[in-house]
């Protein structure tokens, strides 16, 4: 159980393309998804707070003009990467909390490696 | 201070090793602890997940907690070359979890 599907798991696009990476809980509802971004060799630094049916919450220093996160059902977040360019090619990790509550554990997506060319 | 220390290795050891993974902390409101474990160009896989102090053993697992001394470890028994991944910490009051660096372990054959 508890089964987090992100898609795609790679992406290579031209500068100036938005990006849009999906990311879904398949076997339980969440009503609390995260956005991570991992470098190489790197730990896991906490972009945003995906909340079902209201706005997220940015970490300071991310742009939400640059990063929109949209959370419209408990088993669906989409991050999408507006007019990227080539510092924005990174590792991009989901997370989901099941609805039971915030002491449950977050569960990860697989990835979405991002490449800007 | 980070809230989460956790050493980033690299660790090596041989086939059949004991593995001891740690993570210290400075903030007593942690009361959730995890343990997961990541592959190359994979996301993280929740390995442990215990409340407050005490051990919790899963197969070859075993997770300890230690509130008073801010100290959780995780231990690999009889490590297998399958292991060689990312140990990442990561602990929280109730709700947002706070990451240690991850230590990156290979077990050669």
């Known amino acids: 159980g508890a089964v987090v599907s992100q898609h795609p798991s790679r992406v290579i696009c031209k500068s100036g393309t938005s990006v849009k990476i999906e990311c879904r809980s398949l076997?339980?509802?969440?009503?609390?998804m995260f956005w991570y971004r991992q470098f190489p060799k790197q730990s896991l630094m906490l972009m945003a707070t995906s909340n079902e049916g209201s706005k997220a919450t940015y970490e300071q220093g991310v742009e939400k003009d640059k990063f929109l996160i949209n959370h419209a059902s408990l088993t669906l977040s989409t991050l999408t990467v507006t007019s990227a360019h080539p510092e924005d090619s990174s590792f991009y990790i989901c997370?989901?909390?099941?609805?039971?509550?915030?002491?449950?554990?977050?569960?990860f997506g697989d990835g979405t490696r991002l490449s800007i060319l | 201070q980070k809230e989460v220390e956790q050493d980033p290795g690299p660790l090596s050891v041989p086939e059949g090793a004991i593995v001891s993974l740690n993570c210290t902390y400075s903030n007593s409101a942690f009361q959730y602890f995890m343990w997961y474990r990541q592959y190359s160009r994979k996301g993280p896989e929740l390995l442990m997940y215990t409340y407050s102090s005490g051990n919790k053993e899963d197969g070859r697992f075993t997770a300890q907690v230690d509130k008073s001394s801010k100290y959780i470890s995780l231990f690999i028994r009889d490590s297998q070359p399958s292991d060689s991944a990312t140990y990442l910490c990561a602990m929280s009051p109730s709700g947002d979890m706070r990451f240690g660096a991850g230590t990156r372990l290979t077990v050669k054959p």
């Open positions: 076997d339980f509802q969440a009503t609390t």
């Open positions: 997370s989901a909390r099941d609805r039971q509550g915030n002491n449950q554990p977050q569960h």
